[in-house]
C-alpha cells in the first residue's frame, strides 16, 4: 500500500473541507514529499514496511507487575512497552497513577528487557523526570491542544506520540503537530484513538478509519491507531485492530494486560494475553498481504 504527494487530492480537502496545508508547513507532505521514519529506540516507525506494535496495562501496578509484564509481552512480539505511570482521569476520584513513583520502575523495565518505553505525561514538570528515562513521550488526547505543553516536548530531542483530541478534526490535530515542529522537534508520530459518538451507538469513540489515507496524503508523519479507545470492551477490540493494519497504518497501540479483572483501571478495555496472541496471528497475515511486517 502506497501514499503519497496528490495534488488532485489536496486540492479536494482544500475546497470541499477548507483543510489548508499552509497551517502546519513543517508537517504537511506538500513540504516534504518522502515518508518521515521515526526511530523509537531501535524501533522504526513509518517508511511504509515495518508495523510495530505498543502494548501494555492502562496503568502500572508494581515493580514486579511492569517487569513481569514487559518480559511476556515482548515473548508475544511486542516492540514497545507503554508504562503509564500518570493518569489524566475524568473523575476525580479514579486512579490518577502511580506517580513519580513508578519513574524508577520504567527505568529497571527498560534495564531488564531492552524494550523502548513509552509514557504519557500530562504537565511540563512531568517532561522535566522523565525526559532521560522514556524512548517515545505520548501526549494523550485530552492534551492535544494544551499548547504550552506542546511546545514544550518541542523543545526536547525525544520522539513523541500525539494523540487527537476527542472533538478535533484532522486538521486540528496537524495544527497541534506543527507546535512540536516549530520548536525543533521533528520525531513525531500521528496516533488515531477516535472522536466522541453518537449516543446509543455502542461504541465509546467513533474510529473514522479513512481518517488513516487521508492522513498519510496530508502528511509525512508515521500515524499510528489505537483500538483500545474506540471499542472500550475487549470483545470488540481484536476486530478494530486488525481494521487498522489493514488500512495502512504504521503502527498498533493497545493496552494489554494478563488478568485484566485485577487490573487498576479500565479492566473491559484491556485485552488478554491470548486475545493479543489471537490478534497478531490475525493482523500478521493482514501485513503480508499488503506487503508490510511486524517489528
Not at 70 to 77: D, N
Request: aromatic share 8%.
Amino acid at each position: 500500500m502506497v501514499y503519497g504527494y496528490d495534488e488532485d487530492f489536496l486540492s479536494y480537502l482544500k475546497i470541499k473541507f477548507a483543510i489548508n496545508s499552509e497551517q502546519f508547513p513543517l508537517v504537511s507532505r506538500e513540504k516534504h514529499r518522502r515518508d518521515s521514519i521515526i526511530k523509537v529506540g531501535k524501533v522504526q516507525f513509518g517508511g511504509g514496511c515495518n508495523f510495530p506494535i505498543i502494548a501494555g496495562p492502562c496503568g502500572l501496578k508494581s515493580e514486579k507487575d511492569s517487569i513481569q509484564t514487559a518480559i511476556e509481552l515482548k515473548g508475544l512480539g511486542v516492540d514497545v512497552f507503554r508504562g503509564f505511570i500518570w493518569k489524566g482521569r475524568t473523575n476525580p476520584s479514579s486512579f490518577q497513577g502511580v506517580g513519580e513513583t513508578g519513574i524508577n520502575w520504567l527505568r529497571k523495565v527498560k534495564e531488564q528487557t531492552n524494550l523502548p518505553i513509552d509514557t504519557e505525561i500530562l504537565s511540563e514538570n512531568h517532561l522535566k523526570l522523565i525526559k532521560d528515562i522514556v524512548d517515545v513521550i505520548q501526549i494523550g488526547a485530552r492534551n492535544m491542544q494544551n499548547y504550552e505543553l506542546l511546545k514544550a516536548v518541542g523543545s526536547v530531542k525525544i520522539p513523541v506520540i500525539l494523540k487527537n483530541g476527542p472533538g478535533a478534526g484532522i486538521d486540528e490535530l496537524l495544527c497541534a503537530a506543527e507546535y512540536i515542529a516549530r520548536g525543533g522537534n521533528k520525531d513525531i508520530i500521528l496516533c488515531l484513538r477516535g472522536t466522541k459518538s453518537l449516543a446509543g451507538s455502542g461504541s465509546r469513540f467513533t474510529l473514522d478509519m479513512s481518517g488513516f489515507a487521508i492522513l498519510k496524503r496530508l502528511t509525512h508523519l508515521p500515524v499510528i491507531g489505537d483500538p483500545t479507545h474506540p471499542a472500550d470492551h475487549n470483545a470488540i477490540i481484536p476486530s478494530v485492530a486488525m481494521g487498522i493494519a489493514a488500512c495502512g497504518a504504521d503502527g498498533l497501540l493497545i493496552e494489554v494486560y494478563n488478568k485484566p479483572e485485577m487490573a487498576l483501571t479500565d479492566k473491559k478495555q484491556l485485552i488478554d494475553y491470548s486475545q493479543f496472541a489471537k490478534t497478531m496471528h490475525f493482523i500478521n497475515g493482514i501485513l503480508a498481504t499488503i506487503g508490510k511486517k511486524n517489528g
